[in-house]
């Protein structure tokens, strides 16, 4: 029996690009449905709010605008980029095709949908702070960096727990 590898197969990482496209601009077309809008924007906000009250960050929603929040006295406008959506989408295709067991697909997949949240929340929670600190860095951090970094960081949560269960489903046998 052949020995898995623990990086990603080269099948496994295509299919997973096609349906991560595929799914992108279905979502893409969709959210000019504001219904898929207004879905993922209560998301956010709801999830912004509670990590906001943890964290002790000031929560501020302006009643008259439905995407306009304000962390610790900073004003950030949420599109449809800020929901994470594309992250939630590849990390769905990514468990899909991934060789665990299913449980372990529930499981990891649950846990980096979960671990996906709390960066999106930590990325507006530094927006925010350099904003308030840095606002002439703001293009170059909110743009660049965090772009990068986010992605970076969603691969390597993906590849951690990859490894983990890869190791725990083939362990070499006592014979």
């Not at 900073?74 to 095709?97: D, G, N, P, Q, R």
């Amino acid at each position: 029996m052949k020995q898995p590898t623990i990086y990603p197969t080269i099948r496994q990482l295509a299919l997973t690009f096609g349906l991560w496209v595929l799914l992108s601009a279905g979502f893409r077309f969709f959210a000019f449905n504001m219904f898929f809008y207004e879905a993922l924007l209560a998301f956010v906000k709801g999830y912004l709010e509670i990590l906001s009250g943890i964290f002790g960050v000031i929560y501020h929603e302006f009643p008259s605008s439905d995407n306009l929040i304000a962390l610790n006295g900073a004003s950030l406008k949420i599109i449809y980029e800020c929901t994470a959506y594309s992250y939630y989408l590849f990390i769905f295709a990514i468990v899909l095709f991934s060789p665990w067991k299913w449980h372990q697909k529930l499981w990891g997949g649950a846990t980096l949908l979960i671990l996906t949240t709390l960066l999106n929340a930590l990325r507006f929670f530094s927006v925010a702070w350099i904003i308030r600190k840095h606002p002439a860095h703001l293009d170059i951090f909110h743009d660049y960096v965090w772009n990068v970094l986010f992605a970076v960081i969603v691969f390597l949560m993906y590849f951690v727990m990859h490894y983990l269960f890869i190791r725990k489903n083939h362990k070499p046998s006592a014979v």
